[in-house]
């Protein structure tokens, strides 16, 4: 039964991908090697669309039940990559696929090792100014190597036309690699969701929390926490429990009730695909 809830779908440059809808947002099933060989082919063209990376757990699932343009963004991200053992664990089980975890943490811990071969530059955008400075200097204390183009603490506030035009023509004259963005679920979304265009030839990946754990002011699970599917308990015992207990109470409540509600029949969960088209290559440059 579970298995008619999984499909597939074609992306941009016409690939097969393996999905499982979960209450209404496709999540992929997919590896660090097939993000590896996506990110290469994207950064074969600079001048091209910027691809975004989204890390889907089941806060964000329950943020798009409700937010059709969240939902719209999330099923229309260059990948949709499980965030969440729980997840994980049901793709394995119900899809028979190998599946790895795709958190914001570990996604930007990879790609920084990685740019030690394949020279990759990054960009920060988000965070307290001290949070993010120490996110800078763990990332070049423990990726030497590691080349940090430029960074900006956007203001707690809506940026003018004005203000976002000067950020995207600062970002397209440093020309990253890879752009981590720091803002919250679901503001990062909304953010990248409008940018993938206007900055070119980028990868961004919605980061969340990892400029607080990098940068201090957080302190990340263990691993053994990480892999058994309880991370959420650990944040939610720790400082932020203010901020985090109606996310890991109300939110993920919400997001089993209506899977479950899916699973059993009583409540359609229909998963649009949209799939964004790829820019051609500018042979010239």
Sequence with gaps: MFSTHAY???????????????????????????????????????????????????????????DSRLRE??????????????????????MNLHCDRFAAPDIVLHLAERARDKGYTFYLYGGAPDVL????????????????????????????????DAICAEINVLKPDIILVGLGTPKQDYWIDEHLEKIRGSVIVASGA?????????????????????????????????????????????FLFRFLMQLSGFHGANMARRVRPEDPVNKSV
């Design 8 to 66: 597939s779908a074609e992306d941009g440059a016409g690939a097969k991908r393996q999905y499982f809808n979960f209450a209404g947002t496709g999540i992929e099933a997919l590896t660090y090697d097939d993000m590896e060989v996506r990110i290469d082919q994207w950064l074969g063209n600079k001048t091209g669309r910027s691809h975004h990376i989204a890390c889907l757990n089941a806060f964000c699932v329950s943020l798009a039940i409700g």
């Design 73 to 94: 963004i999330y099923n229309s991200s260059d990948i949709a990559g499980p965030d969440g053992m729980p997840f994980v664990k049901w793709i394995r089980l119900f």
């Design 133 to 164: 400075e120490k996110m800078k200097v763990f990332l070049l204390k423990r990726f030497p190597h590691i080349n940090i183009v430029g960074a900006n603490s956007p203001p707690f506030r809506a940026l003018s036309v004005l203000e976002d």
């Design 210 to 254: 990892t400029f607080d754990f990098f940068g201090g002011r957080i302190k990340m699970a263990p691993q053994w926490v990480r892999s058994s599917g309880f991370e959420w308990l650990y944040r939610l015992l720790s400082r932020d429990f203010k901020r985090l207990w109606k996310r890991y109470t109300y939110y993920n409540l919400r």
